[in-house]
């Protein structure tokens, strides 16, 4: 069903594709039949080569996306071109009307410049005949431009992606322009302060004076219903939008339109005009709404581009962090491997070999008759002392792989096992802790052993506190020493660090470490009991990875 619902605008646009090329190449064919008729134009070879040009083109754009993309645009512009071929097409008839003849002589070798002629006529004469218009009406005096022309303007210039700031100021410019408007206002929302605000005045006031309070959700919760309104309506529900011409004593025509989308008013459009100018009519009114409407859509779009565009940038930030964080989960895990193997390497098996050569002495000792049954004793007793310290560096090694107290008995007693191992006093306490996922406890076990052999390294005259708590959201963890501390902002960030940032980014949690000279150090984190995010974080005055400084490491 996913995979249907996926590929059916993809084939609509391939549609879309073809058709404007099918309708290209008839309009080609069409003007090569009429100017064939005239015994002018290209070979025939040539006419159908361009004819059948465009549907190839289609076909091979329908496997390209941005072409898929734009196939609505495309199919607008071959219908355009159509057109042009009609009208070609008929000015092609009527020459041959004209002459009541098929052209010879001299006659033939007038039909290729015709074609030209026609061609260019059909193509400039829409642009050239709007911008004469245009030019005509804006040079005579009292004419204005309609609003229907302005509102295209304004989606013309929406559309390019020009900044709103710029946007709104060639609104209103235009509007006060084209309108024969005394002063133009446009109030606008701030994200970050409630209410809407006064953001643009032209023209801009000779005298700077300070921009009036902004309105208040109240104000604008009135103005939702309000439409386009007039000075009657304000002096009524929001008189103080009246204050500054109450102020001057100078009385103008005033009319305002609320920009509200989604039931929220999103802008304010305020425009006066003197009273001894032409009142505003019906007309008027309509177009201001019509502009107020299409300011809405246009802030919303631009709000609705902005919150994509900045989650975009978060998702290529929390992938990047993502990629980073699994190469360096890679990493360890090999580096742990290795680890594993030169503990085996140097401790058990070191262990194990000693023993295999105490038990070939044994046996050779025993095919001779001179040795006694002390020295056999003395040997035996070697071996008992090594094969149990053979078992303890094995357990030693099994405990720093997963240590099975974790699994069976929670994060409180696995932590105070592991506090009896450490040579520093370690005290840990835990409230409220109950048992979790396999994931959570061991990212919180590790990353507790951890600060707690970086302690061991930097602070070994210390005592260490190490202090869990859990409650309805989250699972907080603190490992404390009174060692005596690092400056913190001139460190740099060791793997341990990173290593433990790591585990709890792997389950949505966070890490901190903060410390002072002569204050110890307190590496503390937590992990979200419900909600998982697989994006590493750290937060605190610790930025995990950190390029190395000059001060040595402090911990990790």
């Not at 004209?98 to 002589?105: A, C, D, N």
């Not at 004419?143 to 946007?167: I, M, N, Q």
């Not at 201001?288 to 975009?312: F, G, K």
């Not at 070191?350 to 105490?358: D, E, I, K, T, Y």
Request: proline residues 6%; charged residues 20%; contains cysteine.
């Amino acid at each position: 069903m996913i995979r249907a619902a996926s590929t059916a605008p993809g084939r609509r646009a391939r549609r879309s594709l073809l058709l404007s090329g099918l309708v290209v190449g008839v309009g080609i064919a069409s003007v090569a039949v009429c100017v064939g008729l005239l015994r002018g134009g290209p070979p025939l070879w040539v006419s159908a080569l361009l004819a059948f040009a465009p549907v190839v083109v289609a076909v091979v754009a329908g496997f390209n996306a941005r072409a898929r993309r734009a196939s609505t645009s495309v199919l607008v512009a071959a219908a355009d071109f159509a057109g042009l071929a009609v009208a070609v097409d008929a000015g092609l008839v009527l020459t041959l009307l004209i002459l009541g003849k098929l052209p010879s002589g001299a006659q033939q070798d007038l039909v290729n410049p015709a074609l030209i002629g026609m061609l260019l006529v059909a193509t400039l004469a829409g642009p050239l005949g709007r911008r004469a218009g245009r030019s005509a009406r804006m040079s005579l005096l009292g004419t204005r431009r309609s609003p229907d022309e302005l509102l295209a303007d304004f989606a013309e210039r929406a559309g390019r992606g020009t900044p709103v700031d710029d946007l709104l100021r060639r609104l209103a410019e235009t509007m006060r322009r084209d309108w024969r408007l005394s002063s133009v206002q446009i109030w606008t929302g701030d994200p970050d302060v409630p209410g809407l605000h006064r953001g643009l005045v032209v023209p801009e006031p000779f005298e700077e004076t300070p921009p009036p309070p902004p309105l208040d959700a109240t104000e604008t919760a009135t103005l939702e219903r309000a439409g386009v309104a007039g000075p009657g309506w304000l002096r009524l529900w929001l008189p103080r939008l009246l204050a500054e011409q109450d102020a001057t004593g100078v009385a103008t025509q005033l009319r305002l339109a609320p920009a509200v989308h989604g039931g929220r008013v999103l802008a304010l459009v305020v425009v006066e005009r003197p009273l001894d100018s032409d009142r505003f009519t019906a007309a008027d009114e309509r177009a201001l709404a019509e502009v107020a409407r299409r300011l809405a859509i246009v802030l919303r779009n631009r709000a609705l581009d902005e919150a994509l565009q900045a989650t975009l940038a978060d998702l290529r930030r929390s992938n990047a962090d993502l990629q980073a964080s699994r190469g360096r989960l890679v990493r360890t895990a090999d580096a742990e491997r290795r680890r594993i193997e030169r503990d085996l390497h140097d401790g058990a098996q070191q262990h194990l070999v000693a023993l295999a050569v105490g038990l070939r002495l044994v046996r050779d000792g025993l095919t001779e008759s001179g040795e006694t049954a002390a020295s056999y004793l003395e040997l035996i007793d070697e071996l008992d002392a090594g094969v149990r310290e053979s078992i303890q560096e094995l357990r030693h090694l099994a405990h720093g792989i997963y240590p099975p107290l974790l699994r069976d008995s929670g994060l409180g007693e696995a932590l105070r096992a592991a506090a009896k191992r450490n040579p520093l006093d370690v005290t840990v306490t835990a409230t409220g802790l109950g048992r979790h996922g396999e994931q959570l406890e061991a990212a919180v076990y590790f990353c507790c052993l951890e600060a707690l052999q970086n302690a061991a390294k930097h602070a070994p005259d210390a005592s260490v506190v190490v202090a869990l708590e859990q409650d309805e959201d989250e699972l907080r963890f603190s490992v404390v020493d009174t060692g005596p501390g690092c400056d913190v902002d001139n460190m740099a960030a060791g793997a341990g660090m990173q290593n433990m940032a790591d585990r709890l980014g792997a389950i949505g949690g966070t890490l901190e470490l903060s410390s002072a000279p002569g204050r110890g150090t307190t590496v503390s984190g937590r992990v979200p009991l419900h909600t998982v995010a697989p994006v590493t974080t750290v937060t605190g005055p610790v930025t995990v990875p950190a390029r190395a400084a000059a001060a040595p490491p402090r911990h990790g």
